[in-house]
Nanobody
Framework: QLVESGGGMVQAGGSLRLSCALS????????MRWFRQAPGKEREFVAS????????VYADSVKGRFTISRDNARNTMYLQMDSLKLEDTAIYYC?????WGQGTQVTVSS
């Protein structure tokens, strides 16, 4: 089971930190990813991280503002989101090995 947390409402320019906790199983060797889906839009890739954490990939839209990390000892992945923009408003999902969390809402206001 994947459980996201840390979403909420924040003003533009602010920060949020999302967490994705794995329970029941361990996928510590698998890459983990964040996706997001804004209202009326398709789900899009945000960021990914390998098992070692040594390789990360970001969507161009978040590069330089978001930071993905993981703690394999805690089976948890994070997404630090800084300099948030209105267009970052979406439901954020984590995924690993074909499993998806239920999502956490992020709302950025002006």
């Amino acid at each position: 089971q994947l459980v996201e947390s840390g979403g909420g409402m924040v003003q533009a320019g602010g920060s949020l930190r999302l967490s994705c906790a794995l329970s029941g199983r361990t996928f510590s060797t698998a890459p983990m990813r964040w996706f997001r889906q804004a209202p009326g839009k398709e789900r899009e890739f945000v960021a990914s991280i390998t098992w070692s954490g040594g390789n990360t990939v970001y969507a161009d839209s978040v590069k330089g503002r978001f930071t993905i990390s993981r703690d394999n000892a805690r089976n948890t992945m994070y997404l630090q989101m800084d300099s948030l923009k209105l267009e970052d408003t979406a439901i954020y999902y984590c995924t690993v090995a074909g499993f998806w969390g239920q999502g956490t809402q992020v709302t950025v206001s002006s």
